[in-house]
């Protein structure tokens, strides 16, 4: 019964996170900025989750950057 509980924990707590990150990194990978992650939370899968938002914020803006400055040459 432990074990059961364990790995439903960890399931829950990493594995199911970790998921959720590598398809917002193959959508990124196709151009589609703006998916979103949940990052709540304060083990370090959130704060991975916390700074792949800020990552693709930043990816974000440059991509609109480089589409503003090809519209306006």
């Known amino acids: ?5 364990t790995i439903f924990i ?9 998921s959720q990150l ?3 990194i193959e959508q990124i990978a196709k151009g589609k900025f703006d998916t ?5 939370g ?3 899968v ?5 700074d792949f938002s800020k990552m693709q914020s930043s990816l974000k803006a440059s991509q609109r950057a480089l ?3 090809r519209n306006h040459a």
Request: aromatic fraction near 0%.
């Open 10 to 18: 960890q399931d829950r707590l990493v594995r199911a996170p970790l």
């Open 46 to 50: 959130a704060l991975l989750g916390r």
């Open 36 to 40: 979103h992650i949940d990052s709540s």
């Open 67 to 69: 589409e503003s400055q």
């Open 22 to 24: 590598r398809g917002a």
């Open 42 to 44: 304060h083990d370090e």
């Open 1 to 5: 019964m432990l074990l059961i509980v």
